[in-house]
């Protein structure tokens, strides 16, 4: 089901460009041209069926925000609308806990409403942890910061910041106040934590007062992201999270590119050694390693065609993703595929294969007119004498038996 999100707009241009944004975002525009009619058709709704409000500050029967306020109250997150917007206007906006406010003055600002909608919704996976001594600011910055729907933690010192960043793996951003953290430095915790993240993986934005601005230049030469002059204006805090986010965001889809397989959308064998060679730096107990192929698939190219052959691929491939979401699966190339189990029991890795080869035996492919089955051989070793490059030469070779013995099963290790 759709988010709705509640338009209070009396202006029907405006309106109707908001409306056609909402639906092109997937959204389900609720419209009301006044507060009175909002607050009817609000009254038979809840909060958590909305995404947020977006609202008009000059309505005819609230002309100074008060519909604002009625949304506030109805905990719906707010974005403001104004026709013109004078500092003494913006003043009395930014002294409500609104997402953000814009101005009608072009057709601009409607792309930066599209923007900050998604970041809403986007927003809800990202967890920002704020690290400062004095409760009273981290609790304002986190008042802040759960407006855009982020995630957030708390921490009074970088001992407890590093603890809950090894719990917590949604973090992504680390917000540090340096002034009066106990023993370990905002300095100090920036460098540990540089060992382990770099920073496309994991933002830094520092926090010095106006009169330090020597430790914002020792910030970003130690590896922070960004830094903020305190005091600090709420707009340009968020600016600056918004940016990282989205860069962090922007980084990912390059990587995630570089890192799939072109036609079924898995990752693919270069980031699949990446992946398990960051498993074995912390040395798991147990590891094996499986080899997957489709037998007979040249015949399926050669009686149905290429086309055929790229569909197979493609649900085959979602089966793979499917059974596997849990470990490091990779289509290899061709119809070979692999999978790489960490600290996991030998039965446990051969269950998980052999659950994989019953339901790609009894699914039925259907492609134009044709119908016709699959079936896989796999190869599965447990043995690590000789790291991947060992394990992937004994999968192959049990393969090589899982095809001579009949296809359709599994060999492994005697």
Known sequence: MPH???????????????????????????????????????????????????????????PRGQAIDFTLRSFLPTIVVARHLDDDIREVILKK???????????????????????????????????????????????????????????????????TMQKFSIIKLLIVDDEGLPRVSGIELLSLLRREYKKEDLAFIGMTLLKKLGLSARYIKSGANDFLLKPYCHEEFF??????????????????????????????????FEKVETHQKHKPQRQALAILDIDHFKAINDTYGHDCGDYSLKEIAKLVAFHFADFTAARFGGEEFCVYFANQD??????????????????????????????????????????????????DKHLYQAKNNGRNQIATDS
Not at 4 to 20: A, G, P
């Open 239 to 272: 600016s600056r999270v918004m940016q990282h986010v989205e860069y962090m965001e922007n980084i990912e889809l390059i990587r995630r590119a570089a890192d799939s397989d072109f036609l079924t959308g898995l990752p693919n064998r270069r980031y699949f």
């Open 97 to 163: 806990d609104i997402i953000d406010y814009i101005t009608k003055e072009n057709e601009q600002v409607y792309e930066y409403l599209s923007r900050l909608l998604s970041r809403l919704e986007k927003n809800k996976k990202v967890g920002v942890l704020v690290v400062d001594a004095l409760r009273a600011r981290r609790t304002a910055m986190v008042g802040l910061l759960r407006r855009h729907n982020f995630i957030t933690f708390e921490s009074a010192d970088a001992e407890h910041a590093l603890a």
């Open 4 to 62: 709705n999100v509640l338009i209070i707009e009396d202006s029907l241009s405006s309106m109707k460009m908001m409306r056609d944004l909402l639906i092109k975002a997937k959204l389900n525009p609720i419209c009301a041209q006044n507060l009175t009619e909002a607050k009817y058709v609000f009254s038979s709704s809840s909060p958590e069926s909305f995404l947020c409000a977006i609202v008009d500050y000059d309505l005819p029967d609230a």
């Open 346 to 395: 030998p039965s446990h890795a051969h269950q998980a294969l052999e659950q994989f080869r019953t339901a790609l035996a009894t699914k039925v492919f259907k492609f134009e007119k044709n119908t016709f089955h699959c079936t896989v051989s796999i190869g599965l070793t447990h043995q690590t004498q000789n790291g991947i490059s060992g394990m992937i030469r004994l999968a």
